[in-house]
């Protein structure tokens, strides 16, 4: 079965950070865009979210207003998972927990085009073995967009073990199309990305943990120290420590390697409901203004 080659309508799901972010990037870029969450209500928070941001750059001398009247006018919420039956391509950006994506891609694939592209943003997850939960091996690939989408410049795409050439070339063509620059990656625990920040991020909840520093003396130690533009928490904090754990645990069970281990202070953050920006308050309280340490 031929493979959509150009990508004129995007579905979505989960209108979080995420799946908002990769549905603003879509619009503005020409595509329409359904939006899908748990309810209408949620989806349409997101499209919110998105006309608030579209309206800062329209202030900020970004963006014609123009342009952002056409760009929200092909974003759709949602009412129903029907609603993606017309996708060519569809991007599951839910909460990154295997359980939910399984759940997700056996409620959308019997509506899907039997053609259409079904991809998911996981940060970390084995995309194979998400893909075998599917009607479409063959039609399915990991497309890693960074937080946040529309600044962020790069999207890793991740085939799986059954993913075709021309669905890969084809999501290629779509990544290109938003303007990010791609790279290409195996399909083995955290890609690359995560590999490689997400253990820093938790070796630097250690260090705290430890005693060795304060949250503010070990984010300042690698702004200065390394460079970064932003210390580990404040990233942690920007990514949510629940996708932090998250990762965390498929490095973990994935590569079975102590190395790996969450960090125990991580998993209490968690527990507590204190996930970072998107709950006010993580390893910084945001409800104060400068953002205060939490220990
Ligand atoms: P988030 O918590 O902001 O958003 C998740 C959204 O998914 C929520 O709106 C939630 O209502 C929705 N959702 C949950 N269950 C659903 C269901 N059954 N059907 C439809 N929608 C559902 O999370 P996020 O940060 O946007 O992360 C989403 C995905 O993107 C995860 O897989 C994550 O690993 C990945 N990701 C995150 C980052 C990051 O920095 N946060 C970066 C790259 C990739």
Aim: charged residues 20%; contains cysteine; aromatic residues 6%.
């Amino acid at each position: 079965m031929p493979v959509p080659s150009r990508i004129e309508t995007l579905g979505v799901v989960g209108a979080g950070q995420m799946g908002a972010g990769i549905a603003q990037v879509a619009a503005v870029t020409g595509h329409r865009v359904v939006v899908y969450d748990v309810s209408l209500e949620m989806a349409r928070q997101g499209i919110d979210k998105i006309g608030a941001q579209l309206a800062r750059q329209v202030a900020n001398g970004k963006m014609e207003a123009s342009a952002r009247e056409a760009a929200l006018s092909r974003l759709v919420a949602a009412d129903g998972v029907g609603a993606l039956a017309e996708a060519d391509l569809v991007i599951e950006a839910a909460t990154e927990r295997e359980d939910v994506k399984r759940r997700i891609f056996q409620q959308v694939c019997p509506v899907l085009r039997p053609d259409a592209i079904l991809a998911t943003n996981t940060s970390s997850i084995s995309i194979t073995r998400l893909a075998s939960g599917t009607d479409r091996p063959e039609r399915f690939l990991g497309i890693h967009f960074m937080n946040p989408v529309p600044v962020m410049k790069l999207v890793e795409l991740v085939r799986g073990i059954a993913t075709d050439d021309d669905v890969f070339e084809t999501a290629k063509s779509f990544a290109a199309g938003l303007g990010k620059t791609l790279t290409v990656s195996e399909d083995f625990p955290g890609f690359i990305v995560n590999r490689v920040l997400v253990p820093m991020i938790n070796e630097a909840i250690y260090t705290l943990h430890e005693g060795v520093g304060t949250i503010e003396s070990i984010d300042a130690s690698m702004r200065l120290g390394a460079n970064h533009p932003m210390g580990p928490f404040q990233l942690a904090d920007f990514i949510g420590l629940d996708t932090c754990l998250a990762i965390m645990q498929v490095l973990h069970d994935g590569l079975a390697d102590s190395k790996y281990r969450p960090c125990p202070l991580l998993v209490k953050y968690v527990e507590a409901g204190w996930l970072g920006r998107k709950t006010g308050r993580g390893f910084y309280d945001y409800r104060v203004d400068p953002p205060k340490p939490t220990r």
